[in-house]
């Protein structure tokens, strides 16, 4: 299942390149339209119901990543939209049936947030396949990753006790995103200007509220995990702010910063920190940290720096073509690094090592 996310994510990487301008292969033009859906649902909704399948532990939550990868390889392959797409809803219809299955083990707050991702991603693979454009689809795809981490770092605030009015506050934010990405479907000025204002909500409750705050005086990887969090969330106030300013704009400057600073500064940053933690539950392997990992982290925020600065607000197309390049090479050397740290890893174990990778 793994590598059926793998096969979507080096596609829209592919895709990705020739989006920015990047001399490639004539096959990987067609991977350009696609390459949106392939990196957040073929790639990482793969990715995310694998490792709930293995929290719940039931053999037919596996069939959530099984399938999410299949539609992800089935858009790679060429396969008509609309037939990807259904596979890819199919998936997020047993990712929300996880949830129903954890909401009967316990109720709690954050698993009710993750649960509203698990219905954002079913609600975007669908509109992709009844062929709603992009600009109506990415603002469910926002709200499938922001609810899905943010459900994560919820149940770990509470480590910091936040008060109820706190508590009140974020599921104000949560619905508030929720109603704002529907409410593009019918009144798209009015819709994603609540959920840009729900987006910088959620940013802010969590520079406040998240453990990250705290953990960021610490050592090794709890101190790297803290430095990817926090930049995260001033990209996500980022994107929620242009929406509120910008409104529904469907491309141009505006449209690539409001997208990439949160699929790129908040989902990928978010998504290397808490890599050293899931990966070995779900690959059942060790992935020690290094230093080395400030490599990828730091080439990511730089290249969305350089690409958002002087490309879309100096209007420099070097500079945009740049940081679009900077970010597919983060991407690259993380998973370079972590299979390089997965390997060091369990050679040590086999071989009872006990120096730090």
Do not use: K
Request: aromatic share 8%.
């Amino acid at each position: 299942m793994l590598l059926l996310g793998g096969a979507a994510l080096v596609a829209g990487l592919a895709g990705a390149l020739v989006l920015i301008g990047t001399p490639m292969p004539s096959e990987a033009a067609r991977l350009a339209p696609s390459h949106g859906v392939l990196m957040t649902l073929g790639f990482l909704g793969t990715l995310i119901a694998l490792e709930r399948a293995v929290a719940l532990g039931r053999p037919w939550g596996y069939l959530a990543p099984l399938v999410t990868g299949a539609g992800g390889v089935a858009l790679v392959a060429g396969a008509p939209q609309a037939t990807a797409a259904l596979a890819l809803a199919a998936g997020g219809a047993v990712f929300v049936a996880i949830y129903v299955a954890f909401s009967q083990l316990q109720r709690s707050l954050h698993l009710a947030v993750e649960a509203a991702g698990a219905g954002a991603w079913l609600v975007a693979a669908l509109l992709v396949a009844v062929g709603q454009s992009t600009p109506v689809v990415v603002p469910w795809l926002v709200a499938f990753l922001v609810m899905t981490i943010m459900g994560e770092r919820l149940e770990l605030s509470a480590l910091v006790r936040p008060s109820a009015r706190a508590r009140a506050a974020f599921v104000a934010a949560s619905e508030g995103l929720i109603v704002g990405v529907t409410l593009v479907l019918v009144l798209p000025e009015v819709g994603i200007r609540l959920a840009g204002a729900s987006l910088l909500g959620i940013a802010a409750w969590a520079a406040r509220y998240d453990l990250a705050r705290r953990t960021i005086r610490a050592r090794g990887v709890t101190r790297f995990i803290a430095l990817c969090l926090l930049p995260g969330y001033a990209w996500l106030a980022v994107s929620g702010a242009v929406w509120v300013v910008a409104g529904p704009v469907t491309a141009g400057a505006a449209y690539d910063v409001a997208l990439h600073g949160a699929f790129l500064g908040f989902v990928i940053s978010m998504v290397f920190g808490h890599a050293p933690v899931i990966l070995p539950g779900v690959l059942r392997v060790p992935l020690p940290y290094h230093p080395v990992f400030y490599g990828h982290l730091a080439l990511l925020h730089a290249g969305l720096l350089v690409r958002v600065v002087g490309g879309d607000l100096l209007d420099l197309p070097g500079a945009w073509r740049l940081g679009g390049t900077l970010n597919v090479a983060a991407v690259v050397m993380f998973l370079m690094a972590s299979v390089a740290a997965a390997v060091i890893g369990t050679w040590r174990r086999r071989h009872g090592g006990t120096r730090r990778a």
